[in-house]
């Protein structure tokens, strides 16, 4: 099992830029998938971004170009940075983990960080 902790949430006046960290608790080179999602109030969850063991990573259409995900193995620890910032970014959002491969069927979650963007 392996634990995730999210931290880097916060308010943010749009066009503006934050790195989410989620930091786990075992190796994540032994985690083929780990991704971010977020969820607004009222609305579904929803895939942000995902990346994979062997480098491959996927962005949601929403985000592409504004945000990036990374992991650092020595650190075990996935990152989101956001930049170019929208009101519409503002959500909870959370860290996902799967030892295998899956394109959205997790089964480690973080707690979640919130994100406010201010217009």
């Known amino acids: 099992q392996v634990q995730l902790v999210e931290s880097g949430g916060g308010l943010v006046q749009a066009g503006g830029s934050l790195r989410l960290s989620c930091a786990a608790s075992?190796?994540?080179?032994?985690?083929?998938?780990m991704a971010w999602y977020r969820q607004a109030p009222g609305k579904q969850r929803e895939l942000v971004a995902v990346?994979?063991?062997?480098?491959?990573?996927n962005y949601a259409d929403s985000v592409k170009g504004r945000f990036t995900i990374s992991r650092d193995n020595a650190k075990n620890t996935l990152y989101l940075q956001m930049n170019s910032l929208k009101p519409e970014d503002t959500a909870v959002y959370y860290c996902?983990?799967?030892?295998?491969?899956?394109?959205?069927?997790?089964?480690?979650w973080g707690q979640g960080t919130q994100v406010t963007v201010s217009s």
């Open positions: 075992d190796s994540i080179f032994r985690i083929n998938a």
């Open positions: 996902a983990g799967n030892y295998g491969y899956t394109e959205d069927d997790y089964r480690y």
């Open positions: 990346t994979f063991s062997g480098g491959r990573t």
